[in-house]
């Protein structure tokens, strides 16, 4: 199935894996890569510049097809450095950035010059029209449904989706609420070219986290996410667990938010233990609401086909006889 | 446009207008009936049964197609007579019923022996079996998105839409974030077998609600929408104006939600003087996200034919050629 962001990206299916912190690594995307869709190396992912160059030429011997480098910019209390991070993805030969967080006007320069294709993660539409202008190739709208960060405006993506695609002229992948090919087909015909899917790549076999935290997904419900640091505006939809429940008591308290009895319970590493250990007590983890619509654990070559198989049977056996009736 | 909605319900295309207290007068339903979609009329929007059949009477005179009645079960303070409200329907012949609120297990005897389709409205999968157990004919799946009551859970239709789908055995209309041909294309993606629409329907211009409501809805984005009386456990979103806000502030202030002070801003009459002066200040209006979305005020003829005729082309000449590609 190709679109035009298969075609600026290379790729055989409109379907980019979401950059996830502790999780994008060469093992899963390597294997997204494989599977036709785009695999994503998440950069902060590694202990610094150096580990995510070691990281690319991994991941490029598991893969020869393309792949890119999720790199997040956010307000952090060490500063990391940036230029350096950007140096070993562009020295690496990586051609496909996706940026998230900040506004990324620092780095086009250095990426256009490189010739990469700019990929860029927004909540609202006037983000999107302002990533646009700054010169990005293609922008992933994440609508309220989305893990991590779906800003404070809380639009879903039946609704932010047709506005992109009234606005934008740059195609744009649909983020937030994607893991089967009913899905694919409803972000086509909403005007999107291709699905961003995190949490349903978190849940297959070459995922590199623990077996525990892909079952337990399996089996937690649409109403098992939840949206904390609302009173930071740094929303972020997490999978509902003690510690979670935890921060929404903080956050419920009269008054100012203490910033500093949440940092403990969310800061720095979350999410890194409850992957590696399996405890799904153990941190704080990133999900998007779709968790509900997740009931296996297949590997991405075979999700990947599958999905693009459903959409395209939805659309030649389902809605193309309904346009006939 | 067929479907199994469309066959049941004895209409051309799958759209349905959504029950709206004080919109959905003979006005509006006959225009929308006429227009090949099915129009609905309010039954408490009418002061007591006798006026309920009248306003029957008026929109079977407006049009010779199906039309159906909203019964909306709510607990309230002053007794209100379900019964006799039930009578008037079944009495005047008209066999399509849209139930909302509280279960309507009371009412399905009469509803069944008159040979009536009744279509439930729910914003949650359980909701919706329960429902089907029932012996409802379609339920209206209603989204995060919806206006009016979209529940306590905060689920979106593009994950709570291929939930219905992957567990109903009945046919169900998709509720919340419909505006559009895109969104009618996309449901029928999803799974539903055609769309509920209310804000759209109410920015029409047979809408029997002020011009100066109408052009405000048009003019609003997709972030002037807010949930009120989620203290109370009776979510509610309305279009965003002062009066939200001062909802808004008691809701946020700690302790239990003091629903005194609430009463007198949302009771009763909200949104009826509203939508007969245009002051858009004067109460409490429903409204769904999908206001940023609309941006005219058609005639309903226009409306539907317009929706239709893009989720064709949509399906034709984008879907079916991905496929092929």
Not at 36 to 57: F, K, M, N, S, V
């Amino acid at each position: 199935m190709q679109t035009r962001v298969t075609r600026m990206l290379g790729i055989r299916h409109p379907i980019v894996q979401g950059g996830m912190q502790w999780v994008g690594r060469a093992e899963l995307a390597s294997a997204v890569s494989n599977a036709g869709a785009l695999g994503i190396l998440t950069a902060l992912t590694q202990a610094d510049p150096e580990a995510l160059r070691r990281e690319i030429l991994r991941c490029r011997e598991m893969t020869d097809q393309p792949f890119g480098v999720n790199l997040t910019i956010l307000p952090t209390l060490r500063p990391v450095p940036y230029e350096e991070y950007l140096d070993a993805i562009l020295d690496s030969g990586v051609r496909i950035v996706e940026t998230a967080g900040r506004n990324p006007e620092p780095y086009m320069p250095r990426l256009k010059q490189a010739g990469a294709t700019v990929i860029h993660k927004c909540t609202s539409v006037r983000h999107a029209l302002k990533a646009e202008a700054l010169g990005c190739d293609i922008v992933s709208v994440d609508g309220f449904e989305c893990a991590g960060h779906p800003g404070e405006d809380d639009v879903s993506n039946l609704v932010l989706l047709p506005l992109a695609a009234r606005r934008l002229k740059i195609p744009f992948l649909a983020s937030g609420g994607f893991a089967d090919g009913r899905g694919l087909a409803a972000a086509l015909a909403l005007g999107a070219d291709g699905i961003n899917m995190g949490t349903r790549f978190l849940v297959t076999r070459e995922a590199p986290v623990h077996p525990m935290v892909k079952q337990r997904l399996v089996e937690a419900s649409e109403r098992d996410t939840a949206l904390i640091l609302r009173s930071l505006r740094n929303t972020s939809r997490v999978f509902s667990n003690g510690v979670v429940r935890q921060v929404l008591e903080i956050e419920a308290r009269p008054g100012e938010t203490d910033f500093a009895q949440i940092a403990p319970l969310v800061k720095g590493n979350r999410g890194r233990e409850l992957f590696e250990t399996g405890d799904m007590e153990r941190g704080v983890c990133s999900a998007g609401m779709v968790v509900g619509l997740i009931e296996d654990i297949p590997a991405c070559e075979e999700l990947v086909s599958r999905i693009v198989r459903e959409a395209g049977h939805i659309i030649r056996e389902r809605l193309l006889p309904l346009t006939e009736a």
